[in-house]
T-cell receptor, first 112, second 113 residues
């Protein structure tokens, strides 16, 4: 069945350094790839998303890249700050089908 | 304020005692969905609904029921809860389909003894 694999499961980086989280998906018909951030005890919230007609999208310190051929997409956070500490989830969806598959999550810790 | 509201936020119950977790959104969203979150497994979709009277199974529907009689409400029903349904549950909604920004509720932590 459809699957989204996310790596790494935990990531610790020095404040100010960059963090990269990678996801691969199995269904080549997937065309929407959101990233959600979940702070401790809070609900997931969208931080950035990308659709299959673009290869990269940026929003300040956050960027997402998509490689449709390889079926993988990545989240890049530059100049990390303490408030970036959270669990990050990737997801994949086919627009009309509306079934959304989430990755297993990455716990990002920022070391001061 | 645009929001998704879930109730109860916390519940401890016993095996076999039917319970309902309510979910309501005030954004006139067509799409609504339920997820369970378990350590190491991420968010797994239980059921989703594209509109009133239209529901479909997600990846882990066993032991759950849903209904969508009104656009704003999407309750999750556990007819006979079992301990393996102990989890954190999230309701979410989005405009038109699942391929849009999901707005999540605050979550409902359920413990089945």
């Amino acid at each position: 069945g459809e699957n989204v694999e996310q790596h790494p499961s935990t990531l610790s980086v020095q404040e100010g350094d960059s963090a990269v989280i990678k996801c691969t998906y199995s269904d080549s018909a997937s065309n929407y790839f959101p990233w959600y951030k979940q702070e401790l005890g809070k609900r997931p919230q969208l931080i950035i998303d990308i659709r299959s007609n673009v290869g990269e999208k940026k929003d300040q310190r956050i960027a997402v890249t998509l490689n449709k051929t390889a079926k993988h997409f990545s989240l890049h956070i530059t100049e990390t700050q303490p408030e970036d500490s959270a669990v990050y989830f990737c997801a994949a969806s086919k627009g009309s089908a509306s079934k959304i598959i989430f990755g297993s999550g990455t716990r990002l810790s920022i070391r001061p | 304020e645009a929001q998704v509201t879930q109730n109860p936020r916390y519940l401890i119950t016993v095996t076999g005692k039917k319970l309902t977790v309510t979910c309501s959104q005030n954004m006139n969203h067509e799409y609504m969905s339920w997820y369970r979150q378990d350590p190491g497994l991420g968010l797994r979709q239980i059921y989703y609904s594209m509109n009133v009277e239209v529901t479909d199974k997600g990846d882990v529907p066993e032991g759950y029921k849903v209904s969508r009689k009104e656009k704003r409400n999407f309750p999750l029903i556990l007819e006979s809860p079992s301990p393996n349904q102990t989890s954190l549950y999230f309701c979410a909604s989005s405009f038109l389909t699942g391929a849009n920004v999901l707005t999540f509720g605050a979550g409902s932590r359920l413990t089945v003894l």
